[in-house]
């Protein structure tokens, strides 16, 4: 069955960098790209992702609240967070806010696929700097 | 024959997002890939690139510092320096090391093919920003009476940067030492030269220098909406 994810990022460049890991995929397809929160929302109304790969740091409107506004919309789309804060708070953060995953951006050439896969099947997959965990923390 | 770039950038997904922009432009092969400053430089050594693109936060040896060494090597060495900011003190010290080329981060989808073009054409490409500067600077100079530079900061040798950027990482002495390949002791007289041109006394002080001048970047704070301290998820 395809995947359909929608990719956030303010950066153009980080966005085609997620495209080029994630279009591997056979089963994966980009349906398409926000550059803001405000915006990941208002695709991820009307587009219904099954997974929404979403940057924290974003003009307009962060991720976190980006996250806790497509999560209280849409129980089942699911959201990972790929971000350059390499947390334990910050990931704490993410995961009240009704994420599924975090990945760090700087090991989401390592991450991200198993992350993707593991989100979309309702499951959780967080990982910091050395060190990738499949947990059930934060539901 | 084929234009070939190298391109350095700490984070994978940038560097495919950038080689996925770049690769599609004919006459253009990324010939090589680093994951910071100090492998940009040997690879540039190795692999004799046409333009260089460097991210200016990179561990190690950051953007900036990359650069200086790679135009000191070799000043037809073309520079394109990618940068989240352009604040005046990285785009001064990104023209003082000799970088032809200034694009912001979250505009290299747009620029970053217009940078290499200028480059190949022997021309320089800057931000609107970089250009304001250059010229104020320019005009500046015919006023010799009204002079207001900022007062200029002890000169450091690019070596002692280098320290600096290692010490501010969390690195001790020995481990610096390593990195650059010194003796344990030569890398602690690089400590004290620099504590003492800086006026220094602890390592804090060198930390908040190397965050106050770029020599080392963080990241952004982020807002968060409802601390749980102590709470379990």
Request: hydrophobic fraction near 40%; proline fraction near 4%.
């Amino acid at each position: 069955m395809t995947i359909r994810i929608l990719v956030v990022d303010d950066h153009p460049v980080v966005r085609h960098g997620l495209r080029t890991l994630l279009g591997g995929h056979p089963e994966w397809e980009i349906i398409d790209e926000a550059e803001d929160g405000l915006d990941a929302v208002a695709k991820a109304g009307r587009l219904n992702p099954d997974v929404v790969v979403l940057d924290i740091t974003m003009p307009k409107m962060s991720g976190l609240e980006a996250c806790r506004l497509i999560r209280k919309a849409m129980p089942k789309c699911e959201v990972l967070m790929v971000t350059q804060h390499d947390s334990p708070q910050m990931m704490r953060e993410a995961l009240e806010a009704g994420a599924r995953g975090y990945v760090v951006k700087s090991n989401a050439a390592r991450d991200l696929l198993r992350a993707v896969e593991r989100v979309s099947q309702h499951l959780p997959f967080t990982a910091l700097n050395g060190q990738s965990v499949d947990t059930d923390v934060g539901r | 024959m084929k234009l070939r770039l190298l391109i350095a950038d700490d984070h994978e997904v940038v560097r495919r997002g950038l080689c996925q922009l770049l690769q599609g432009h004919d006459g253009w092969e990324i010939c090589g890939e680093a994951t910071d400053g100090r492998e940009a430089v040997e690879k540039a050594a190795q692999l004799k690139p046409d333009v260089v693109i460097l991210d200016v936060g990179m561990p190690n040896l950051n953007g900036l510092a990359a650069t200086r060494q790679l135009t000191q090597r070799d000043p037809r060495c073309k520079v394109i320096v990618l940068t989240i900011t352009d604040s005046d003190q990285v785009i001064r010290e990104a023209l003082d090391a000799g970088a032809r080329g200034f694009v912001l981060k979250s505009d290299a989808a747009r620029d970053l093919v217009s940078a290499v073009e200028a480059l190949q054409r022997n021309r320089m490409f800057f931000t609107p920003r970089v250009n304001d500067m250059v010229l104020a600077g320019f005009l500046d100079k015919g006023h010799s009476g009204s002079s207001t530079e900022p007062p200029r900061l002890p000169k450091l040798t690019a070596r002692e940067r280098e320290v600096i950027q290692l010490l501010a990482e969390g690195k001790s002495s020995k481990e610096v030492a390593c990195v650059l390949n010194l003796s344990t002791k030569t890398a602690e007289t690089h400590r004290s030269n620099i504590m003492r041109k800086l006026g220094f006394h602890s390592i804090r002080d060198l930390v908040v220098y190397a965050v106050k001048n770029n020599i080392i970047q963080v990241q952004a704070p982020v807002q968060l909406h409802n601390s749980t301290e102590g709470s379990a998820a």
